[in-house]
């Protein structure tokens, strides 16, 4: 039999026990993050259709189309956290000690995430650099579609339907809906228009019941047609309310729908960006190639910081160290602030994502060498 390669065997050992743990680690700390986010932004978007801003049979397309972007952020962090504990958990069980034995060096297990950072690091890029802004540009196209949908196409029957913005809002209500004939049956209507800047008041509120009503086009513009009603018009707390009643009324609807959404240059290709000398535009790159960027440096990062005493557990730094992460995240949003708001022009040469990257690099480079010089200043001590 031939003998082993003790060296390369131990390293191969050492590589899939860690990438082992770090794919589990990293795919149940994805899990819950992807959980807590798009629940959070699914509720947003429930709300949304529950007043009728949306239909409620494009939530899942919008929440499919967003997902790539909450994954480019959510990976990264994901495998910093998993780095913390899988690390954490082998210097608490002292399986560190005994590798630091073997002669396994930080370098050795830098190169043992390699694979996982080089993984992570190109689907962090796909995301951010081609898939997301389609996906973007295909939210907008959907709210777009969204705001260009009449009432009766959103009104649910026997609930009400809230629309408006600015103060100004009507709420609508059909007991009955009859969508083939386009019918619908008692109806009650709810106009509040506030006062005008130079007025002093609470606003007036239009109030209208029907018995039936029908959506109509007249050059271009979109009417409620209502028969056999009754309207009140006055100011809430008022009880001097003008009443009518009625045949046959208009109601003008108009193009209502959906708040109008600029989602800007993130729908833009890379590309675009890269011919664009917008400041938008320049911002919206430098956070693209920041969330790329954040993936090696802050992994690397998290192998000294994963470094704790038994006695202080696996989660003895888990903390610090991500509000490291979120510190750095921090300054590439403050930075990408900066750079969207000044012209180029006027742009000083520090408004600059680079700088942040050069400076968390530098602690990065601090975190290895502070120990090697703990340990120099200790012998020259004993000396």
């Given amino acids: 039999m031939r003998p082993l390669e003790t060296g390369k065997d131990w390293s191969l050992i ?32 429930l709300a949304e259709a529950a007043v009728g801003d949306i239909a409620a049979d494009v939530l899942f397309s919008i929440m499919a189309f967003r997902l790539p972007e909450f994954l480019q952020l959510i990976l990264p962090l994901s495998l910093f956290i998993a780095v913390l504990l899988v690390l954490g958990r082998m210097y608490v069980d002292n399986e560190m000690v005994v590798l630091r034995a073997c002669g396994v060096s930080q370098g050795r297990l830098v190169r043992a995430i390699a694979a996982p950072v080089v993984v992570t690091t190109l689907v962090v890029g796909f995301f951010t650099l081609y898939v997301t802004p389609r996906g973007e540009a295909e939210v ?7 705001r260009d949908r009449s009432v009766l196409e959103l009104l649910t029957p026997g609930r009400f339907h809230v629309r408006g913005s600015g103060g100004d809002y009507r709420a609508t209500y059909a007991e009955t809906l009859d969508r083939e004939a386009g019918m619908l049956r008692e109806i009650f209507l709810s106009d509040f228009r506030p006062p005008a800047e130079h007025d002093e008041g609470e606003g007036e509120m239009l109030t209208v019941w ?19 009603g009754r309207q009140y018009r006055g100011k809430p707390g008022d009880g001097n309310f003008l009443r009518g009643a009625f045949d046959q009324a208009l109601v003008r609807i108009g193009p209502q729908g959906t708040r109008d959404r600029d989602p800007g240059v ?8 890269l011919a664009s000398d917008k400041p938008e535009a320049v911002a919206e790159l430098h956070w693209r190639l920041s969330l790329i960027l954040i993936v090696p440096v802050m992994i690397i990062a998290a192998i000294p910081l994963s470094r704790v005493n ?20 921090g300054f590439i949003m403050v930075m990408r602030g900066w750079i969207a708001d000044t012209p ?24 290895y060498l502070w120990p090697m010089f703990q340990q120099r200043r200790v012998r020259g001590g004993v000396t």
């Fill in 140 to 146: 907008g196209r959907i709210f777009e579609e969204q």
């Fill in 344 to 367: 180029a022009q006027e742009r000083p040469v520090w408004y600059h994502t680079g700088w942040v990257h050069l400076a968390a690099i530098a602690v990065v480079a601090m975190l």
């Fill in 310 to 329: 038994p006695r202080q557990g696996r989660f003895g730094k888990l903390i610090p160290a991500i509000l490291l992460y979120l510190l750095y995240a």
């Fill in 266 to 273: 993130s729908t833009w290709s890379t590309r675009e960006l």
């Fill in 14 to 45: 050492l590589y899939r026990y860690v990438n082992r743990q770090l794919f589990m680690t990293t795919v149940v700390v994805t899990f819950v993050l992807v959980m807590v986010l798009v629940s959070g932004r699914f509720i947003k978007y």
């Fill in 210 to 228: 029907a018995e039936r009503g029908r959506i109509i086009e007249r050059d271009g513009m979109s009417y409620l047609e209502l028969r056999e």
